[in-house]
């Protein structure tokens, strides 16, 4: 095998690519666009508040008071946060206008007028029930469905408190929660867990997922258009077809990197105006990500792509258009959206027997071990393993791939079927006849 050849094929591979517009367009919107997308996303949870007019029918004949009283200490609790993340109730109490349902009638035209958000129905026999009716034209305004649950539920308490002759200060005591720190184990210690750390874990996770098929599906109509355009006919004089593939795989993968270089130092240098300052404030804080983390990915990203490139490879070798490839194509995406799909599992039991199993498994190892990695710290030997397997099933995948890649890049005309492609994996130069090619159309 002629590397200076390889190399060659790299070079032509990765220039071609890089000096186009569309990559460095992508290169430099997609960071862009996903801080503009965090800044809009961070901008309109800060303005999640506004006026809330609700109706109530009190049927108990004492609970508007105390719910008012209690929503107005809410609110003055978030406006100390944020002043425009609170929510300002105008509760407006009603009496009922004949039987219950015909107050519910009149009510609910108000709603469909806008005259009102919602209304609210406090009545004894849905509370011995430990339930409320609140009727509003949307269920998707949890903030404030969660606040008003609340509300009714402290003022509940402390009614029940109070019936029972016990002290007042009682309800606010039974009310606090316990905060609980998680920490993380690993061998060299114990650190303070956040959620802004798994978020980037996950971040990582999906650009894999979708880097893998990106650049698994460029391999593939790279060497479609080659066949289609005949270059290929004149490139192969000069290199044998093993060493266009590798080059190929070769030069792709390095522009995946360069891409992901130049994302890293964007997101390093770049932020949107108080991106930063808000993340810091919140409860999840800024993520801090781990040298280990990123050489995880590194690792599992490079093993998953050369393998799932070679697939892809094998896989458009025999074709001549996308159309002819697309339905062979299925197979690779399930292979990767089975990493996806085991996540779940992953995320709530990093250790357990699906996690171990699906990060030993190669075709769903590169992104369901990074994700333990990320989360938990897996026995090196399982690590070891797994890379050992990766790469043992790319080799074999390789040379697959070289197999049929060496016949099928110089074939034009009818679609070979699956007997043909396995004769092109067979034979062997030298000895008995080359598979029939199909002639060009």
């Not at 690519?17 to 800044?39: C, E, S, V």
């Not at 998680?182 to 750390?197: C, I, L, Q, Y």
């Not at 074709?319 to 062979?328: I, R, V």
Request: positive net charge; proline residues 5%.
């Amino acid at each position: 095998m002629n590397w200076k050849k390889i190399f060659a094929v790299v070079r032509r591979e990765y220039v071609e690519r890089i000096r186009t517009k569309a990559f460095w367009i992508g290169t430099l919107a997609i960071p862009i666009l996903l801080m503009g997308f965090i800044g809009i996303q961070i901008a309109v949870a800060r303005r999640a508040g506004g006026d809330h007019r609700v109706a109530v029918v009190d049927l108990t004949g004492n609970l508007f008071v105390p719910l008012s009283e209690q929503l107005a200490e809410s609110e003055a609790k978030q406006k100390k946060e944020g002043p425009s993340k609170a929510i300002h109730w105008v509760l407006e109490q009603r009496p009922l206008t004949g039987d219950l349902a015909t107050t519910k009638e009149a009510l609910r035209k108000e709603v469909v007028a806008k005259k009102i958000n919602a209304y609210l129905i406090l009545d004894p026999a849905q509370l011995a029930k430990d339930r409320v009716e609140y009727y509003s034209t949307t269920v998707s305004e949890f903030a404030a469905m969660n606040q008003l649950e609340s509300a009714v539920n402290h003022i509940r308490l402390r009614r029940k408190i109070a019936d029972r002759g016990l002290p007042g200060a009682l309800a606010a005591d039974l009310e606090r929660r316990i905060d609980l720190k998680a920490f993380r184990v690993t061998a060299t210690g114990t650190a303070e867990e956040k959620g802004a750390g798994i978020i980037a874990a996950l971040v990582f996770f999906f650009l894999m997922y979708s880097t893998f098929f990106m650049y698994g599906y460029q391999v593939m109509r790279g060497v479609i258009e080659e066949k289609s355009n005949r270059i290929v006919e004149v490139i192969v004089a000069s290199v044998r077809p093993t060493e266009l593939m590798l080059g190929k795989i070769l030069g792709i993968g390095l522009v995946g990197l360069t891409q992901y270089a130049a994302w890293s130092l964007i997101a390093a240098n770049l932020s949107l105006p108080g991106i930063a300052t808000a993340m810091a404030s919140s409860e999840m804080g800024v993520p801090r990500i781990p040298a280990s983390m990123v050489g995880f990915f590194l690792l599992f990203f490079l093993l998953g792509y050369f393998l799932y490139a070679s697939v892809y490879t094998a896989i458009a070798a025999p074709f001549n258009t996308d159309q002819e490839a697309h339905q062979l194509a299925m197979i690779p995406m399930f292979m990767i959206l089975g990493g996806i799909a085991v996540y779940p599992a992953v995320m709530n039991n990093p250790s357990g027997g699906i996690a171990v199993f699906f990060s030993l498994l190669p075709f769903t190892a590169p992104l369901t071990m990074f994700l333990r990695t990320a989360l938990s710290e897996p026995p090196a030997w399982q690590i070891l393993v797994c890379a050992v397997l990766l790469v043992a099933t790319t080799i074999g995948m390789a040379w697959l791939a070289g197999r049929i890649y060496r016949i099928g890049i110089l074939m034009y005309g009818k679609k070979p079927t699956i007997p043909e492609i396995v004769r092109w994996i067979r034979y062997t130069p030298g000895k008995g006849a080359q598979p029939a090619v199909a002639e060009t159309t």
